[in-house]
């Protein structure tokens, strides 16, 4: 599976921005779906994942309440709707693909190229 991230951009604190992640080369909704972060100088996090058929969902307790992943599997694509933004909320976004296993560790067998999301205060 080849991964495409994109959306990331500049935003103030309150804000909005939703990132994407489209998926290639294998079939998508065998996939569940996860997005992790990393800032400068931090360990890469997890944020959210979304099951192979979208029923289920997952969050870091950092983001409950304000982000929303939900995936578009005739589309091929992944989104991380958030909203509210914090300062704390500044890294490099990833989206990642695993077949089975704990969608909230970081033992993923795919992984995207990444796109920034900075949020000024």
């Known amino acids: 599976v080849q991964l495409q991230a994109c959306g990331g951009g500049l935003v103030q604190a309150g804000g909005s921005l939703r990132v994407s992640c489209a998926a290639s080369?294998?079939?998508?909704?065998?996939?569940?779906m996860g997005w992790f972060r990393q800032d400068t100088g931090k360990e890469r996090e997890f944020v959210a994942a979304?099951?192979?058929?979208?029923?289920?969902?997952y969050y870091a307790e950092s983001v409950k309440g304000r982000f929303t992943i939900s995936r578009g599997n005739a589309k091929n694509t992944v989104y991380l709707q958030m909203n509210n933004l914090k300062p704390e909320d500044t890294a490099v976004y990833y989206c990642?693909?695993?077949?089975?296993?704990?969608?909230?560790?970081?033992?993923?067998?795919?992984w995207g190229q990444g796109t920034q999301v900075t949020v000024s205060s």
């Open positions: 080369g294998r079939t998508f909704s065998n996939y569940n």
């Open positions: 979304v099951s192979w058929r979208g029923i289920n969902t």
């Open positions: 990642a693909a695993k077949n089975r296993g704990d969608v909230t560790n970081q033992i993923y067998e795919y």
